[in-house]
């Protein structure tokens, strides 16, 4: 007769070491009491979504509100979905946006004694791990081919009854080991399956951090544990790791619910305690289309992918901000009274957490966006602007460079004060919105025609602008330009304010207002720019004239 053991060493000779080899080797960590180590466990399967981003940010508040670990491991098991230098650029995006783990997978290197933090890696403890599972008779080799379990399927189908392998349809639970350990030494291909107790129809509590308590059917499958190309599959890597790297609180995406019951059965069966779970919720936005929620979309939604907000030069923590109002609704009240001036003393609660979906609003994002640009320094947003540019947006770099104090000085108008201008929310269309300070913008402004103020004729604007190149000086600072501005009004019968205008409109030709608008058209191109005095002061006299010249050519 085969005993489980024997069988044990026919699939692994090798592994001699056991769980309690393992315990010692990565003993429970020394840190205070309430203390919660989290992770992000990304399998390097493509981009990181916004999503990921949401979670691994709260795992890292999580982690360092408790003063706790956030540590990072590589989920690869998967090796036909691998994607080439996944991992590597994961870590990087996380890094633009200041998630950084305090140990793990750190994309060319690792730090901390709980590794290796890249799953391939670690085949040597897990085959620990089944080895133990075999002999206990909680696993087994199961021969089944594709073809079996196609058929398997079938049949489940037309009998209408749950798919899977479990129970009666669990073919190879029943074989006896020296079955098994003939098919083994003839060299027949095989994995390793959970032997799962549990019954379908029977209900567990499970409780979540977020969900609070709740009942989800037991499970019942026998799922694989052991592929046949040495390495685990996900469900029990997960255990084993979060286990052996002693996770205290595992924060995912709500799409792992549906898991949870292996997972506690497998928890069960091994004897160890469970960490706590905690399922996000999963971000949504309106579909522009047909004005319902849904997901966010990898194929349909660029701001699915933190790339594109890295690529249309968002600042990082205006994303990171944005999303902890999704996580946490007191958020941002907290933040507004903060004046933003960062998270760290925000806590985060999983409790204040909204379970109906959480949704991403661009609108809202701009707005943390433009708050956090307009409290940069004028020195800050170049350097910025310039970093950007120079991977992103190479006509903004170019612009930049050809003068750099003169880009500085656009980006100061209306800044250093006590309520600055908010024109800007990513650097991505910050040459579109200073285009006109620049000739060639400026000049396709305005061939795309000027748009006065009809009740003015073309006779009024030469006359207004002709005075207006005469007479207009820049002067000392913005009331003596505006004093000099207004004499010229006057002169030209424009009312002196508004006042005075709509007692008597017949007896002016308009207000102050008017003759400025039609300065500003004339400079900008368009009607809403920031300060007219700055404007002109930045342009100077002589390309103030220019424009008003040209403009007074191209209405003639
Ligand atoms: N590797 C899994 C994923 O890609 C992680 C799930 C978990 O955090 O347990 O989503």
Not at 344 to 363: I, R
Request: net charge negative; aromatic share 12%.
């Amino acid at each position: 007769m085969i005993t489980n053991k024997q069988l044990a060493d026919l699939i692994f000779p090798n592994v001699t070491e056991t769980i309690e080899d393992l315990e010692r080797r990565y003993p429970p960590r020394n840190l205070p009491e309430g203390a919660e180590v989290t992770r992000f466990a990304p399998s390097p399967t493509g981009f990181l979504h916004t999503g990921s981003l949401f979670t691994s940010m709260i795992c890292r508040k999580v982690a360092s509100q408790s003063g706790g670990v956030f540590y990072i491991r590589l989920e690869d098991t998967d090796t036909k979905r691998e994607i080439a230098g996944s991992g590597e650029q994961l870590l990087e995006q996380l890094q633009i946006f200041g998630v950084n783990p305090d140990e793990g997978y750190l994309g060319n290197s690792e730090k901390g004694s709980y590794g290796p933090y890249i799953q391939s890696k670690r085949a040597d403890i897990y085959c620990v791990v089944i080895k133990h599972l075999l002999e206990e008779g909680k696993a087994y080799p199961c021969f089944c081919t594709t073809q079996d379990l196609e058929a398997l399927r079938l049949e489940q189908e037309s009998k209408k009854l749950n798919p899977g392998y479990y129970g009666e349809f669990a073919k190879c639970r029943n074989l006896t080991n020296e079955e098994r350990y003939e098919r083994i030494k003839h060299g027949d291909k095989f994995v390793i399956r959970f032997r799962s107790s549990g019954d379908y129809h029977n209900k567990i509590k499970v409780s979540d951090l977020v969900r609070g308590q709740f009942e989800i059917a037991q499970n019942d499958q026998d799922i694989v544990i052991y592929k046949s190309d040495g390495l685990p599959t996900y469900h029990f890597a997960h255990a084993v790791d979060d286990h052996f790297m002693r996770t205290t609180t595992v924060i995912r995406g709500e799409e792992w619910v549906a898991s949870l019951p292996i997972h506690v059965e497998l928890f069960a069966a091994l004897g160890w305690k469970a960490p706590r779970y905690a399922h996000l919720p999963v971000i949504m936005k309106i579909d522009e289309e047909t004005g319902n929620k849904r997901k966010l979309s990898k194929r349909k939604d660029r701001e699915a992918a933190v790339s594109y907000f890295i690529e249309d030069g968002y600042l990082p923590e205006a994303l990171i901000m944005y999303l902890m109002t999704i996580a946490n609704s007191n958020f941002e009240e907290w933040i507004l009274s903060n004046h933003f001036e960062g998270m760290q003393d925000f806590v985060f609660s999983f409790k204040k957490m909204s379970l109906d979906g959480a949704l991403f609003d661009m609108g809202k994002l701009n707005f943390f966006a433009r708050e956090l640009l307009a409290k940069l320094n004028k020195n800050e947003i170049t350097n910025l602007a310039i970093s950007y540019a120079e991977k992103y947006n190479p006509d903004l770099y170019q612009t930049i460079k050809s003068d750099q104090n003169y880009f500085t000085e656009i980006m100061n108008i209306d800044r250093e004060k006590a309520n600055p201008r908010k024109d800007f929310e990513k650097f991505g269309n910050v040459l579109e919105i200073i285009s006109y300070f620049y000739k060639d913008g400026y000049d396709k402004a305005i061939s795309n025609g000027l748009q006065f103020n009809e009740k003015f004729t073309k006779e009024d604007i030469i006359e207004a602008l002709s005075a207006i190149e005469k007479e207009l000086q820049i002067g000392e600072d913005e009331q003596s330009w505006f004093n000099n501005l207004k004499e010229i009004g006057i002169k030209l019968n424009y009312a002196a304010n508004n006042k005075e205008y709509k007692a008597n409109p017949d007896n002016f030709k308009g207000n102050i207002g008017d003759l400025a608008e039609i300065l500003r058209i004339t400079l900008t191109g368009r009607k809403n720019a920031p300060s007219l005095y700055a404007v002109m002061a930045l342009l100077g006299l002589e390309e103030s004239h220019r424009r008003m010249e040209c403009v007074i050519s191209l209405i003639k």
